[in-house]
C-alpha cells in the first residue's frame, strides 16, 4: 500500500508513467494544465494503445482559475451518414471487430485541439513532441500491453496493419523490449502542422475512409469533414456539501451523480469501511442510478432525458428509501466495454483538467487504418438495432458512453479531480473513491488502494456478478451473498475492477495524487 504524492504547486496523475512525466515536462517549461493534459492524453495515445488513441473519443472537464466556472468538452464522435439500421441488416447486429465496427468518427484530435487551442500557452508541436518521440523511437513495451496484446493477438491478426504493428514477426513485443509506431508518428507530427484539418478533411481522413472502406466500413470523407466536439455545461449535483461536476449526456456521468445523491441520504461516517453495509449501500444506490441510466441515456440530440428529474435531491431521497439493507435488487445491466484510460493535472495556477478517453473495447475495432497507424475504436457497436431503443442506430448520432471524468469543487474551487478506467465500473469506483475521501478522511492513494468491487457485466462476461477482490472481509463477503448478491471472489488487486487516479486539493492548497497500483501509473507532484 502506498502513499499519495503531495506538491505544493503541481500534480499529473494517469495509468502510465511516461504519460505523466509527459504531462510534467509542459509544466516545467511554462506550459499550464492544458498543455501538460494535452501531452499526457497525446501520449497515452501512444503508449497505452491498448485502452486508448487517436482513433478513440474523449471527455474534458475544465476549470480555470479565475474563470469562475467548470466547463466540459465532448469529444466524442458521431455516426457516420451510412450508419443505418438497415445497413446492417443482413448481420442482424453491429459487429463488435472488424472494420464494420467502426461506425463513429474518431473524437480524439478533436478534442486536443480543441482545449489546446481554447486555453493552452505552448505550441502544439511542443505539446506534441513526447507523443511523437514515444511512436517514433518506441518505449518499453509495458507488462499491462503486453497481457492484453497476448489475449487479444488472435484478433488483431485479422488486420494486416494491426497485425504488424502490435504482432510483428508474428509475436508480441515482450515486456520491457521496445516497441515502435512509426506510420502513427507521422500521423501525430501531421495533426501537430496541419491541425484539424488535416486529420478531419486531409491526408489523415483519406487513408482512414480508404482503408475501411476497402474492408466494407460505412465511414466517408464527409463523415470526418463534418465532424465537430462541443463546448458543453455539466451536470451538478451535490455530496457533503461538495458541488460535483460530470459530463452530461451522452455521457453516463449523471449516473454518477445520482447514486451520490441517494448516499447523502445515509451518514456513512457511522458505518464502518469495508463492512457489509457500507458495500451493500454503495451497490444498491448505484444500481438504482443505472436502472435509469439504461433507460434514457443516448445523444440528447435525438430524445428527451429528464435530467431535472434524476439529479434533483427530491428524487435521490424517493429512490434512498427503496433500499433494503437487508436484500439485494435484482435488475440487469447493459454490456459495456473496459479499455479506458483517466488522467488529471492541477497546475500551480490553479487551473485543473479531468479527462477520461478510450477506444471502447481493448484495442478498439482491431483495425489499424492504413498508413496512418490509427487504431480505430468499435465504441458505435453499443448502439442497439432495436428501432424502440432509445439508444437506436441513426445517421450523425453519438451513442450511450461510458466515459465520465469527475470534479468536485467545494466553495468554487477544485477539491478533487477522479475518474477510472472500467466501463461498467466507472460510477462505482468513482463513488467508493470519493466517499473513502470525503466521508473517511482517506488520501487519494489509500482511498485507490483499498479493496474494490465491480458489479455487473464487462462486455465478455454473461452475468450480474458481484466482483469482490479478494482483500475484502470474509464477513462482510458471507453477509453479501446471503443478501443475494452474486459474489465472486477475483485477486487481490485485480485490474478488472478498473484503473482509477484521483488528485485532492487541501484547505492549505497542498495537492496530493494517487494512481492504480493495478496499472502502470505514476502520480508526479512538485
Not at 120 to 140: D, N, S, T
Not at 175 to 195: D, E, W, Y
Request: aromatic content about 10%; glycine content about 12%; some cysteine.
Amino acid at each position: 500500500m502506498g502513499k499519495s504524492v503531495i506538491g505544493t504547486e503541481a500534480m499529473v496523475v494517469s495509468p502510465h508513467y511516461l504519460a505523466s512525466a509527459a504531462g510534467a515536462r509542459m509544466l516545467e517549461r511554462g506550459g499550464n494544465a492544458y498543455d501538460a493534459a494535452v501531452a499526457v492524453s497525446a501520449c497515452l495515445a501512444v503508449v497505452y494503445p491498448h485502452m486508448t488513441g487517436v482513433g478513440g473519443d474523449s471527455f474534458w472537464l475544465s476549470c480555470k482559475s479565475g474563470e469562475g466556472r467548470v466547463r466540459g468538452y465532448n469529444a466524442s464522435g458521431r455516426s457516420g451518414y451510412k450508419a443505418t439500421m438497415e445497413a446492417f441488416a443482413e448481420e442482424g447486429a453491429i459487429p463488435v471487430r472488424g472494420a464494420r465496427s467502426a461506425v463513429t468518427v474518431p473524437g480524439m484530435a478533436d478534442g486536443w485541439l480543441a482545449l489546446h487551442g481554447e486555453y493552452g500557452k505552448l505550441e502544439l508541436a511542443e505539446v506534441l513532441e513526447p507523443a511523437i518521440g514515444y511512436a517514433e523511437r518506441g518505449y518499453p513495451m509495458s507488462p499491462d500491453q503486453y497481457r492484453n496484446t497476448v489475449q487479444y493477438q488472435s484478433m488483431l491478426e485479422r488486420d494486416p496493419t494491426a497485425a504488424s504493428i502490435y504482432v510483428p514477426g508474428g509475436a508480441p513485443v515482450k515486456p520491457g523490449g521496445k516497441f515502435k509506431q512509426t506510420m502513427l508518428a507521422a500521423t501525430l507530427r501531421g495533426i501537430a502542422k496541419g491541425g484539424r484539418d488535416y486529420f478531419y478533411k486531409g491526408e489523415a481522413a483519406r487513408e482512414i475512409t480508404r482503408y475501411l472502406g476497402e474492408r466494407g466500413g460505412l465511414l466517408c470523407m464527409d463523415d470526418f469533414a463534418d465532424h465537430r466536439g462541443d463546448w458543453v455545461e455539466p451536470v451538478k449535483g451535490e455530496y457533503r456539501g461538495h458541488d460535483i461536476y460530470q459530463m452530461p449526456p451522452n455521457s453516463q456521468g449523471f449516473a454518477g451523480i445520482m447514486a451520490l445523491q441517494i448516499l447523502d441520504r445515509f451518514d456513512l461516517g457511522r458505518i464502518p469501511h469495508g463492512s457489509y453495509e457500507y458495500y451493500h449501500l454503495l451497490i444498491e444506490a448505484l444500481k438504482l442510478s443505472f436502472r435509469d441510466r439504461n433507460a434514457y441515456l443516448t445523444d440528447p440530440a435525438f430524445a428527451h432525458i429528464p435530467l431535472d428529474k434524476l439529479l434533483s435531491r427530491e428524487y435521490a431521497a424517493e429512490l434512498a428509501q427503496t433500499i433494503d439493507m437487508g436484500a439485494a435488487l435484482d435488475m440487469s445491466s447493459p454490456s459495456v466495454g473496459s479499455d479506458t484510460a483517466y488522467a488529471a493535472v492541477v497546475d500551480k495556477d490553479g487551473n485543473a483538467v479531468s479527462f477520461i478517453q478510450s477506444l471502447y473495447f481493448e484495442f478498439g475495432s482491431g483495425v489499424a487504418a492504413g498508413a496512418t497507424g490509427v487504431l480505430l475504436q468499435n465504441r458505435g457497436s453499443f448502439f442497439s438495432l432495436d428501432p424502440n431503443h432509445v439508444n437506436r442506430l441513426m445517421p450523425r448520432k453519438r451513442t450511450f458512453h461510458t466515459l465520465m471524468p469527475a470534479m468536485a469543487l467545494r466553495e468554487g474551487r477544485p477539491a478533487y479531480l477522479y475518474g477510472t478506467q472500467g466501463g461498467e465500473g466507472q460510477p462505482q469506483t468513482q463513488a467508493a473513491i470519493l466517499t473513502r475521501m470525503i466521508d473517511y478522511g482517506m488520501d487519494p492513494q489509500q482511498a485507490i488502494d483499498e479493496p474494490r468491487f465491480v458489479w455487473g457485466r464487462t462486455w465478455g462476461a454473461p452475468t450480474m456478478e458481484l466482483k469482490l477482490e479478494s482483500r475484502i472481509g470474509e464477513e462482510a463477503a458471507a453477509k453479501l451473498a446471503q443478501a443475494g448478491h452474486l459474489v465472486r471472489r477475483v485477486g487481490a488487486f485485480d485490474g478488472i475492477v478498473g484503473h482509477a487516479h484521483a488528485i485532492a486539493v487541501d484547505g492549505q492548497g497542498f495537492l496530493s495524487g494517487g494512481t492504480d497500483p493495478r496499472c502502470d501509473g505514476a502520480a508526479i507532484g512538485w
